[in-house]
């Protein structure tokens, strides 16, 4: 029982890239300079934009899409700057750096041929430059935004489609003898976003894939993304969680290493302020509170108005949780504090699993951060990464 002993690897999702060019120009000025400034080997886990993935393969008349010549320098560019990568970040389908992201970040969705499509050619390329000897995970898209579920059939069109990818990673490894898992995250207001959903829909997919006469594949394919960042924002003991998920023998392919946002004290007019201040228009920062009596108040966005005056059940709950990802090394920024706690302790829980999930720090919000001018990109990366690994080798001690 161990934590990987995979590098570490932070997820290029932070860096926009829209065609394979800025992908590797991200590469070089960031990646390559954040390992340098490290002193230990880290990973790129990779984000590639359905616009980038259309340039590393081309389709084919079989289930599987043929890799272009391109693979060729995307593959020297890692080799050359001493990265590896084992992980993608499939979940962002389209230009994650938009003026305006927010829950179009959950489409195309997973009843759609696009999203299986894309996940099936994600993992054609990642088996061609996953290290010799290493297994590869791709993060995903719990399904949908459940505003966009679009009638009773939804849940089993995402199954039908899920099936399909986990049959051609199954093909893909008795191709190329890489196996690549698929890792469903949970997110709030997502169709799965709590572990109880997470645990409730997962016997239903495999009934399906049994029905199918795919359970082996579909068991040894399919599994979870926890980002920690996520069930905090639940108020989710994280460790129980885990724990939760390993008892329904519900595999963690993946952990994002990420902290939410806490106001601790919503009364405290000032540090409202400050919160106001990470208002913004690209991304969705869902915002969860607990009362005294345990209710979780929700809702779908950060807005000034929560901010400036809120209800008083929102006022009078001890606790808020906003999402988003914040650099993970921090405890506190200014009056607000982050779940800082729940990722230590996150990783102390899954050292304990008798597998070794992939583990990827994902802060993608460095550009929309009102702290931005405070440290250069590469600076604030590297803390991140160095008190993520000084976590780790404490968890392995």
Known sequence: MSLSTLPLSYCSNVHPAQSLAEVLKGLAEFTAPTRQACGFPIAAGLWLASPVIAELVKPTENALPALTERIEDLAAALSDLGLACYTLNTFPYGNFHSERVKDQVYLPNWTTPERRDYTIASARVLAAILPEGCDGSLSTVPLGFKKHVDGPDFEDRCIAHLL???????????????????????????????????????????????????????????????????????????????????????????????????????????????????????????????????????????????????????????????????????????????????????????????????????TYTWGVLPTRGAAPLVEGLTAELKAVQAWINAARA
């Open 164 to 362: 399909s990818v986990a049959q051609r990673l199954d093909e893909l490894h008795d191709d190329t003898g890489r196996c690549i898992r698929l890792a469903i995250e949970p997110e709030p207001f997502c169709v799965l976003e709590t572990t109880a959903e997470t645990v409730d829909f997962f016997p239903r997919l495999w009934r399906a894939a049994e029905a199918a006469g795919q359970e082996a594949v579909a068991r040894r394919h399919l599994g979870v993304c926890f980002d920690v960042c996520h069930q905090a924002l639940e108020f989710e003991d994280v460790a129980a969680s885990i724990a939760t998920l390993k008892a329904k023998d519900i595999r963690i392919n993946k952990l994002h290493i990420t902290c939410a946002l806490r106001l601790s004290e919503p009364a405290d007019a000032e540090a409202r302020r400050e919160l106001a201040a990470f208002v913004e228009p690209r991304y969705l920062h869902q915002t969860l509170a607990r009362t005294p009596q345990g209710v979780i108040l929700r809702r779908v966005d950060l807005e000034p108005a929560l901010c400036e005056s809120p209800p008083g059940s929102f006022l009078t709950a001890p606790e808020w949780r906003i999402h988003f990802h914040v650099p993970v090394h921090r405890e506190e920024i200014g009056r607000l504090k982050t779940t800082q706690a729940e990722l230590k302790q996150a990783i102390t829980t899954v050292a304990g699993l008798d597998y070794a999930p992939h583990l990827e720090v994902e």
